[in-house]
């Protein structure tokens, strides 16, 4: 497989808030009935053409969640240090799940390596209108306090499926190109080392190979 | 007994077992159809095999023997008894048909039989195979040339017997818990089987078997450990410590601790997500037992670090706990080395920059080969690799398996647009079930030592789960944070396809949003 980057992406929330169902959704449904067999073969995983400043980069995206394992706690929370930007799933007709954002932006900023993580929220199950229990307003305020870009998605429909990870992928991309330019500027032979302390004094995610 | 022998339904009145047993049914319908040739396919292909869809397929027909013999009052009885006795006069003149191989004794009784021609040629095994599925009830429409009924009606009923017994044995050896957890199903079971042994006109062998059956089913299985004894803090906080502890003994106490609960896992909590709904205390106790205890060990081995003081006391307590998960990986318990590597993974662990440069080389080494064994990257595809390697007995690493469950579960539907069962779907399923099953029935030599164990269990010894970052941030400020990460690599790392890239791939953990090139 050939790629330019590879980007990890964690989908995040409560358990039955869709996240694999999400992602599904996202890999075009694409399920290899050998894939339990195949050892190796991880059906969430897709490439894609990133067009940045008239250049063109192959993406390969890593998309995962804890589907199944959300109750191995300690072993999950790892996973966050991992991820290079996530996915905040809840779930539009269960308000409880919308509580718990919160904690959820709590424990990204303590386990993540940034304190300041990409974050995109996403209200999702947005094709139950009737059933829906968050109020569309309440839920942009609150992205809006707490710094997030707000959508709200469906896998049912497809709705802003693509568009969730494409916003993702652009502050993402952005954060590296700004990044990497720095990095230009102050990387000199001994990179490595320079980088460390750059990260050491911005705590900023930066390194160039 | 004249209806068809596959129903859908329970009856009303069905224990509430029959009924949670009725979706087996369910599901294994379509594979019986009434057609003979398959149905003897079926039957043919489901004995040898250790599955759980053969479960299934067991379950379900006896689930419609249970109801034939017990759901529809004493005719039927009367008719087992009746028949048999026929059968043993059949038996006396054709000599020797050996129990269990009903085809075979079939034909030979064909061949033997010389002028007085029992069967005709139409008759086949996969006819007998038919009939026998159906128990007792007669060919619809027997051919014109076919012997007097009697005759054929104890061929079949000695078939019948037996492949009641036979489907029933295997029932009770293999899946022994459902008579344990269920005292009408083990009733019914008993009296059917005294029923049998009792009948003056069954053979030897059917009185054996029955008999060996009734042993099963009154001596309760051996290892009857009681979890929540078990598993029970103890009431006075533990004077153990990992200093007093060896390594060995810590290792061998929580793969017998792990093993105890994961061997009780019923097959049954795995079926659709029992352990995220909101009926999963009832539906799958024992898995939510296996992960709070994986989430306890791991805060212990936490707060086991996190509680010295000095920089010594947290390095000696990082290697003494690797030691451990490396004796676990050797006893091939794989939930405890990833006990102990989520916690060496755990934020506030993996942050004490200082603590970690005084590691010895060994050990981080260690820890660094264990992390690699069980990265989540592609699917735990190392893990997977060394659970199919290795030998039981083992305890693989559960969270693997209901992720691959809720995979299945969601990412395919019960029923095709067509509103036929789904089968590959339930093939998948039972595929990652019975995998499971092989390694819960290899126990482990280890004997209980309740001084470790009560180590292991004190509650009292964990910090809890919100006070442990701010203590290791009081261990080590935060300025140390930043570089803290480039200690030792990533448990699980970016994924990289190629292992050559993987030491890029841990300097990528290093900063996160590193761009990782592919080829150079």
């Known amino acids: 497989m050939d790629y330019d980057y590879l980007i990890k992406l964690l989908c995040v929330g409560d358990s039955g808030v869709g996240k694999t169902s999400f992602l599904y959704k996202y890999t075009d449904g694409v399920f290899h009935t050998q894939f339990i067999s195949t050892v190796g073969i991880d059906f969430r995983e897709k490439t894609v053409i990133y067009q940045q400043n008239a250049r063109q980069h192959r993406i390969h995206l890593q998309l995962w969640d804890t589907a199944g394992q959300e109750r191995f706690r300690s072993l999950t929370t790892a996973f966050y240090r991992d991820a290079m930007g996530f996915l905040l799933l809840f779930d539009l007709t269960n308000e409880a799940s919308f509580l718990e954002v919160r904690n959820w932006i709590e424990q990204l900023k303590t386990h993540s390596l940034s304190d300041d993580p990409d974050i995109v929220l996403c209200g999702h199950k947005c094709d139950l209108q009737e059933k829906r229990l968050v109020n569309q307003n309440r839920a942009r305020e609150f992205a ?8 709200e998605t469906s896998a049912k429909t497809g709705q802003n499926i693509d568009r969730a990870i494409e916003i993702l992928l652009d502050k993402i991309m952005y954060r590296m190109e700004t990044s990497v330019e720095y990095a230009m500027l102050c990387a000199s032979g001994r990179r490595r080392q320079s980088l460390q302390r750059l990260q050491a004094k911005q705590d900023r995610k930066l390194c160039s190979c | 007994m004249s209806e068809s022998p596959r129903r859908l339904h329970p009856p009303a009145g069905a224990a509430p077992d029959a009924r949670r047993r009725s979706e087996g049914a369910k599901e294994t319908a379509g594979a019986e159809p009434a057609e003979p040739r398959r149905a003897s396919d079926t039957a043919a292909r ?22 034939r013999y017990w759901g529809g009052g004493s005719e039927p009885r009367t008719s087992v008894t009746s028949q048999v006795s026929q059968m043993q006069n059949y038996r006396r003149e054709t000599g020797q048909p050996k129990a269990g191989v009903v085809i075979t004794s079939f034909r030979q009784s064909h061949r033997s039989f010389g002028k007085d021609l029992l069967w005709s040629s139409t008759s086949t095994a996969a006819v007998a195979f038919a009939v026998a599925t159906s128990a007792s009830s007669n060919p619809r429409s027997p051919p014109p040339t076919s012997p007097p009924q009697t005759r054929r009606d104890s061929v079949i009923s000695t078939a019948a017997t037996m492949r009641v017994l036979n489907v029933l044995r295997h029932w009770i050896s293999k899946h022994s818990s459902d008579f344990w957890s269920d005292e009408r199903l083990r009733g019914l079971t008993m009296d059917f089987l005294k029923e049998i042994e009792a009948s003056p006109g069954l053979l030897p062998a059917e009185h054996k078997s029955a008999a060996q059956l009734l042993r099963l089913l009154e001596r309760p299985p051996d290892r009857t450990v009681d979890l929540k004894a078990l598993f029970m803090p103890p009431r006075v906080p533990t004077k153990e410590n990992i200093e007093t502890l060896s390594a060995l003994e810590i290792a061998e106490q929580m793969t017998y601790l792990d093993y105890q609960i994961f061997s009780s896992i019923h097959s049954e909590e795995f079926l659709g997500q029992a352990w995220t709904k909101s009926d999963k205390a009832v539906r799958a106790p024992h898995i939510l037992m296996m992960t709070a205890h994986f989430n306890h060990i791991s805060n212990l081995v936490i707060s086991e670090i996190l509680k ?6 947290r390095v000696a307590a990082i290697e003494k706990w690797a030691a451990v998960a490396d004796i676990a990986r050797c006893l091939h318990n794989f939930n405890g080395v990833l006990q102990i590597c989520a916690a060496l993974s755990n934020t506030s662990i993996f942050r004490l920059k200082k603590t970690w440069e005084k590691v010895s080389k060994t050990s981080k080494q260690t820890i660094e080969r264990m992390q690699t064994l069980t990265s989540s990257e592609c699917r735990f595809r190392v893990l997977r690799e060394a659970l199919h390697r290795c030998d039981p007995p083992c305890i693989p690493y559960l969270g693997m398996y209901l992720s691959d469950l809720s995979f299945i579960e969601e990412g395919t539907t019960n029923y095709t647009p067509e509103g036929l069962l789904n089968f590959s779907k339930m093939r998948m399923i039972a595929h990652v079930i019975r995998e499971i099953r092989n390694f819960q029935h290899t126990p482990y030599k280890i004997d209980h030592i309740p001084k470790v164990c009560e180590f292991l269990l004190d509650r009292g010894l964990v910090i809890p789960e919100e006070r442990q970052y701010t203590l290791s941030l009081e261990l080590e400020p935060r300025a140390a944070r930043g570089s803290s990460a480039g200690l030792h690599p990533a448990p699980a790392s970016p994924a990289s396809p190629a292992a050559q890239r993987r030491r890029r791939a841990s300097l990528a953990a290093l900063a996160p949003l590193a761009p990782l090139k592919a080829d150079h």
């Open chain 2, 46 to 67: 489901s004995l040898p095999r250790r599955s759980v869809s053969e479960r299934r397929c067991t379950n379900s027909s006896i689930n419609s023997e249970r109801r």
């Open chain 2, 308 to 313: 010295k003081n000095t920089l010594i006391g």
């Open chain 1, 144 to 151: 809006k306090n707490y710094n997030l870009l707000y959508l």
